[in-house]
């Protein structure tokens, strides 16, 4: 038996009927794009999790964790090793705690970020509109610090469950937390699982009134509607990538099917069969032409699993 068919018959005992192998990343993704796992494991509960990762330890395998798919560009020949998704299993809203004011909430994380908005809503918490619109989950929103609107998920989270390379489960507080622009620093390999987010009690009213207005904000200056990864790349310090990418003259560019979005310079958008290397491609263009026009040298936000950006063209006498 080859090494990879024996790896196989393990991630299959561990998660039984819950592996698949050369599965199609693209339905996983909000920009539909991206090639197969070498093999997508879907475990169920936190026993199977403990024990796929640490078996991908012993076996020295790679893996991505995939929550809902709106922040990867995916390579077109798909990523070597375990795509570890985390689904409906990993969905749940419970109150922890209920104070006078406030309320402590545990959410999995493959809960939707819609569906924690909607959950809002419903019971009237503040401090958690700012994920009005976004389409992640709420682990993907805490590993890349989701912010919209002068919020982030940093700031409303008062711990995490997580479980390590080796299977291990730790639960880290607020302090312990690295979150940091668009990113939270956790140890290689580590994946979250849950966690205690703060929200306050208000009036259920002006919960929706405040959502209403950031839906609308949103569909008036991003392509709501067509397929993309969000921002592509980074703000830098002080500035905004889409201000400096339509000031540059990107807008409308496009490589294949693969376009910069007329409505918001940050967003590529998937016109219907863009490939990967097409959004790479546009990217590598866009990124260089920022970088001649305003000397600023844009950094991807998108996690880029299986394929790579290639580097700007150094200039003469450029710093690059
Ligand atoms: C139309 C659109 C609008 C958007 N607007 C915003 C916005 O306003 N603000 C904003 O911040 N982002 C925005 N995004 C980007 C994206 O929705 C967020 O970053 C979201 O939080 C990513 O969640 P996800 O579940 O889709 O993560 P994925 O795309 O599945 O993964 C993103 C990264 O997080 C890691 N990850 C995911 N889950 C876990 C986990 N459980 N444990 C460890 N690591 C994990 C992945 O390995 C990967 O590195 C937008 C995207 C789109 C398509």
């Not at 020949?77 to 705690?97: C, D, F, M, N």
């Not at 982030?152 to 390590?164: F, H, I, R, S």
């Not at 905004?240 to 376009?259: D, F, H, T, V």
């Not at 863009?274 to 866009?286: E, K, T, W």
Request: one cysteine or more; a positive charge.
């Amino acid at each position: 038996m080859s090494p990879d068919r024996r790896i196989l018959k393990r991630l299959a005992e561990v998660c039984p009927g819950r592996v698949k192998v050369a599965e199609p990343l693209a339905p996983f993704t909000t920009w539909k794009i991206g090639g197969p796992a070498q093999w997508l494991a879907a475990p169920q509960d936190l026993e199977e999790l403990r024990r796929l990762l640490a078996l991908l330890t012993g076996m020295g395998r790679p893996w991505h964790i995939l929550g809902r798919g709106s922040n990867v560009l995916i390579g077109d020949r798909g990523v070597a090793g375990a795509v570890i998704y985390l689904g409906p299993p990993w969905s749940w809203i419970r109150v922890r705690k209920r104070f006078r004011h406030t309320v402590h909430l545990e959410v999995g994380a493959g809960t939707p970020l819609p569906a924690m908005v909607r959950y809002g809503l419903r019971h009237g918490l503040t401090g958690l509109e700012f994920l009005a619109g976004i389409p992640g989950s709420a682990g993907g929103a805490w590993a890349m610090n989701a912010g919209s609107h002068g919020r982030e998920m940093g700031e409303v989270t008062l711990a995490l469950a997580l479980v390590a390379a080796d299977g291990q489960r730790t639960r880290p507080g607020r302090k312990a937390l690295a979150f940091g622009y668009r990113r939270l620093d956790l140890d290689p390999g580590s994946v979250i699982v849950g966690g205690v987010l703060r929200a306050g009690l208000g009036s259920k009213t002006e919960v929706a009134r405040q959502v209403q207005e950031l839906l609308r904000r949103r569909k008036k200056t991003q392509p709501w509607q067509e397929p993309s990864g969000g921002s592509v790349f980074r703000n830098p310090s002080g500035d905004s990538a889409g201000r400096l990418i339509e000031a540059a003259g990107c807008k409308g560019w496009a490589r294949g099917e693969a376009r910069v979005s007329e409505k918001h310079a940050n967003f590529i958008i998937n016109r219907g069969r863009a490939r990967a290397r097409d959004v790479l491609s546009l990217m590598a263009a866009v990124r260089q032409r920022v970088y001649e026009h305003s000397g600023v040298l844009l950094e991807p936000e998108v996690r880029l699993w299986g394929c790579t950006l290639p580097e700007p063209v150094r200039r003469p006498g450029s710093s690059l």
